[in-house]
């Protein structure tokens, strides 16, 4: 049977990140947890199937391997951190290295909250400030959030709330984020923060 292209990419993550030993387990109970979700919107299966499933398979192929709940995600996060979540932070940093590339940033954020992380994803977002150097919004509700904690896994979602802090922090020397909120962290809301550092801010 012909496989959906995020379970593909869900596939590949695994592949990528994950120790060999573990990857057709893994691998079988992403294969699983797609079939429980055939509902799961196109615009959602880009963050489901790709991501979530295949971290949350990770986890649980762990567990059955012995480890504790705690034990399991710590080890799979820093899987992730190393080979999928640095790497790419490379990426961007190169390209921001070019003559103005970082003013591109924020209108990029801005596009991309409304084609990757919209209400077709499930995620319910409500906007504050919208501008070429200032963007923040809140993220009220999030999918990874509700599937990780659907699956009893919602300690996982601290994961990806890292992986903002990691790459967004210190992602380019002009580009400020911030955030004090996260669901993943049991607040209210996640208040992102993205503005383009003045030259009175402290930025070189």
């Given amino acids: 049977m012909k496989l959906d292209k995020y379970h593909k990419m869900g596939n590949k993550l695994v592949e990528k990140i994950f120790p060999p030993e573990l990857e057709a387990e893994i691998k079988l109970r ?27 398979a990770a986890v649980q192929v762990r567990q059955k391997k012995g480890l504790e709940k705690s034990e399991a995600i710590a080890a799979v996060s820093q899987d992730y951190f190393q080979k999928f979540v640095l790497p790419n932070k490379k990426i961007m940093q190169k390209l921001l290295k070019f003559p103005l590339a970082y003013k591109f940033f924020i209108p990029i954020c801005r ?41 009893n896994l919602a300690e996982l979602v601290d994961t990806y709330c890292t992986t903002d802090d990691m790459v967004y922090g210190d992602l380019h020397e002009k580009i400020e984020f911030k955030r004090s909120k996260t669901l993943g962290r049991g607040d209210e809301l996640c208040d992102f923060c993205f503005k383009e550092k003045s030259k009175t801010s402290g930025s070189k």
């Fill in 111 to 151: 596009l991309a909250m409304g084609t990757l992380y919209g209400e077709k994803a499930e995620f319910v977002n409500d906007l504050k400030v919208a501008k070429n150097n200032s963007y923040s919004y809140d993220v009220l509700k999030c999918p990874y959030h509700e599937i990780c904690s659907r699956y």
């Fill in 30 to 56: 992403l294969a699983e947890l797609i079939n429980e979700n055939p509902n799961d919107s196109k615009a959602l299966r880009r963050h489901s199937y790709a991501v979530i499933y295949p971290m949350i």
